[in-house]
């Protein structure tokens, strides 16, 4: 009975850590995806950079709120292409953003969008660090850097502009997605 018990013991601790480690190794996609839109924010979204932190991870802390930007062409931005229709989201604080109906492909390696879906919720400010001038791109929810906005390249969209957004920054939210559909009898079945 005692070499019972210590052996269903070893199970349910060995299975215990599989699951852990199952759950641990499963790939996160850098730009977070979920099935229903946040909750838009109500007024100014303040917190602490410790709150930020906690909220965050280390690669969106480093691009929303120190202004950091994402290496062209990662995984984000392959991520990004392979979307379908949706809608985008600040991942800091649910304030909508963009809609893939202005996405474009601009070979920048960074999300493109020729227009915002909320214009109200981004902030355009001129940048002129790193020896350039530019119109930083700031969300105006939680006044997160997004990325910057560049106007006149010639690209044959609706409006020759180009919102290069850090794609980290962003939560995304396919539209349409419901929940799989309880199969219907197939022909085979039905006979
Ligand atoms: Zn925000």
Redo the contacts with the bound molecule.
């Keep these: 009975m005692k070499y019972g018990f210590q052996l269903v013991s070893a199970i349910v601790i060995a299975v215990g850590i599989g699951v852990i480690m199952a759950q641990e190794s499963a790939p996160q996609k850098p730009m977070k995806t979920q099935p229903t839109a946040p909750a838009a924010?109500q007024g100014k979204?303040e917190k602490s950079a410790a709150e930020w932190k906690a909220q965050l991870t280390p690669e969106q802390y480093r691009v929303l709120r120190q202004a950091g930007t994402e290496p062209p062409n990662g995984e984000v931005y392959h991520q990004f292409k392979k979307q379908g229709g949706g809608t985008y989201y600040?991942v800091?604080?649910?304030?909508e953003l963009f809609s893939s109906q202005h996405k474009f492909d601009s070979r920048c390696g960074w999300p493109s969008f020729f227009d915002a879906s909320q214009n109200k919720n981004l902030i355009l400010r001129e940048d002129t660090s790193h020896g350039m001038r530019r119109i930083e791109v700031l969300?105006a929810?939680?006044?997160?850097h997004l990325g910057h906005l560049f106007k006149g390249e010639g690209f044959a969209t609706p409006k020759d502009q180009r919102y290069c957004i850090n794609g980290v920054t962003l939560l995304f939210v396919p539209e349409g997605e419901e929940k799989p559909a309880v199969k219907k009898p197939t022909e085979e079945t039905k006979k």
């Design positions: 924010p979204v600040c800091g604080c649910g304030a969300c929810g939680c006044d997160g």
